[in-house]
């Protein structure tokens, strides 16, 4: 079974030389740590940033440059700030190669939810509905399974709606799926987790055909 | 060149009544117009409708109006870490309309491009899109927006002219100069204010014609809300 | 009767003081000649300026420095320079507070034709159609009888319209009227012009009212 | 940071094929992509579909594609003071579409920024509504019109670093930054290209994002199409 730092390792994995990429706050934010040496990756922050660099040494806080999870941040050589509009505008434009995000659930048809549990204060959905309906490939970091050991993989999302059909690829504590018409196809096993128990924590639609190998981190 | 200067910031928020619609520029704490959110707290001004990003958090930036109850409705895409917030939100004191970030954005551009709507995919299929016109093209199904209209904006930028250019700093940018654009009547803080000819022509992000009141604000806190270091090795 | 000067001195009259302006080429271009001393205008340069300064003395063209009439122009302390989607913004928008342009026919309802002559080579509108589209005062610089001594000032136009009930006020050789809900309703006579020649030389509805002073020019 | 950086004009434009379309900056002969259009004249492609605000003249600008026979249809809004374009129009060889400035800049915006389609006043009630959507918001009528497609788009900047990032001098910037966003393969050449870091991040027009292809221009003639002066006195 991964642990989070496991996740984002395994999600960096999907990154390619030359990708901008846009990481959302929790798991996603990892991933910045296990760019592969030597791999230009650009990082998008919708707050107005192309070229996130990593958090500043004490003392080298600059209130006026923070990222969208309002962390204070340094720059790049070569990054650029620019306003809301572009920033989202980049975003719509799919001029990001890859997102990736965190969710409550997904559904077996790529729906997402991520924003509002009802009942709780709900706090807003910030920049992810721009995200997931423009993105023209989205990664979910995420749980299998909720704290009361219910799956968060379903055929349907019980929670308000972050978005439609938009998932391509889940990686989770206990495995890697892509989202398909046939629903979630289980490509990779976390390090020492049969199929069964992945099957046993999906309740949307898993299709499994052959061996699943092993992820390799 | 024509001169916007206003003598302070009690000066540059006259005519903000009751009941009306503000844009504040601003995400999180970063770039919010700390001056005139002082003035507007002085003043006592009531029931107003913000629109912006965020709403503070408790004892900073609009959570300095929503203290003083001076907020009838927020229209924001996130309004997490603040408790009296959510005291007046699940009271009833206080209204609430989210709205996803890139089509608050956008709105903004929208109103200050003369444009009455945009379409985006953002919250298709979503509770968002409630009571909306979808429309399909090339495939792809987007939600019809409309542009904002407000009475007032209030911005803060690093440095202005005295004719109202703006230059923005970092990530302080962010709707600033999408909301100086959007306001039927803009007020513009500066940290520095300068003579007209002293920013550079290629470098001004908001031209003065969208700048109706323009001063050079004072104390700036700067409050930071998430202090995020790394350790030097 | 106005000469062309005469007609752009006549316009000037209608700056006020913090009026951000758009002058068309022809004409319109020469009110620049005729702004107040101590009055602050702002000239807007469609295609990108706000801050036009007088032509450069010779020797200081510079070639990235045109206005929207492709001269060579200057700038001002505090001109700035924008793209065309945000100079169109600002237009659309209606920050530009007085529009002055050329025609060939205004119809008795501000309707404007000035962009395309059937059978000749069309040269394209150019900014034209924005301009008067969204503008929120519009004056018209025109001859008020063309070559032929046919009126320009029509219960119709009969040329391809640039853009339809737009045009507030024209001021010509012979007068200066607006667009009223009867029609051009005359305002003044140029000097030495009685009431009558501007008549004859008015094919719309022209609608006057006691005594019509001369200009002041 | 990822490098853009191709090694000529010749390189830059790999993929230009017969029949495709092309955004080309500039307005009038400033801030055109003096050698980019070189390249497209020495590869020889042909029936390209050309968004571009106007035409060049007769022997420089756009006018050199058209004078090799090059250009099938041109998308302007304006395209006076070329005679061989005139030739070529009247005659047939050639089709053009004429659009308002700001529509054709806004349509510009609307693909870089994802959006199908915009709202404009501009040219309702006119023959450049034919066939379009009306739509009326608040008492106005507004034409809607779609975001281009195009298959490059070819931009001149003043400087860039081999990032991509771009900034632009005076009116030279004109519907440069709007195209640069547009392309789905855009290609920027600059007076000086410099490396990453050298360009004021709070000063770049456009974002290397959306530039897939840069280089350093050479032999600027940057030729002036009204030479207008005053006399010292």
Known sequence: MLDKNGIAKRISRELRDGYYVNLGIGIPTLVANYIPDGMNVVLQSENGLLGMGPFPFEGEEDPDLINAGKQTITTVPGSVFFDSAMSFGMIRAKKVDLTILGAMEVSDQGDIANWKIPGKMVKGMGGAMDLVASAKNIIVAMQHVNKAGESKLLPACTLPLTGVRCVKRIVTELAVVDVTEAGFKLLERAPGISVDQIKNATAGRLVIEGDIPEMVL | ???????????????????????????????IPENSIAALVRKGVKNLT???????VDDF?????????????????????NAEFERQMLSGELEVELIPQGTLATRCLASGYGMPAIFTPAGVGTEVAGGKEVRNFNGTDYL??????????????????????????????????LMAMAGKITIAEVEELVEPGQLDPDGIHTPGIFVHRIFQGSAYEKRIEQRTVRKRN
Chains 1, 3 share one sequence.
């Open chain 2, 1 to 31: 060149m024509i001169n916007k200067v206003v003598a302070s910031a009690d000066a540059a928020i006259a005519g903000i009544e009751d009941g009306m619609t503000l844009m504040v520029g601003g995400f999180g704490l970063c770039g």
């Open chain 2, 50 to 56: 913000c629109i912006s990003n965020n709403a503070g």
């Open chain 2, 61 to 81: 930036g609009l959570g300095l109006l929503l203290q003083n109850r001076q907020i009838k409705k927020m229209v924001s895409s996130y309004v997490g870490e």
């Open chain 2, 144 to 177: 019809m927006e409309y542009a904002f209209d407000s009475h007032f904006a209030i911005v803060k930028a690093w440095k202005g002219d005295t004719s109202g250019n703006l230059v923005f700093r970092a990530t302080s940018r962010n709707f600033n100069p």
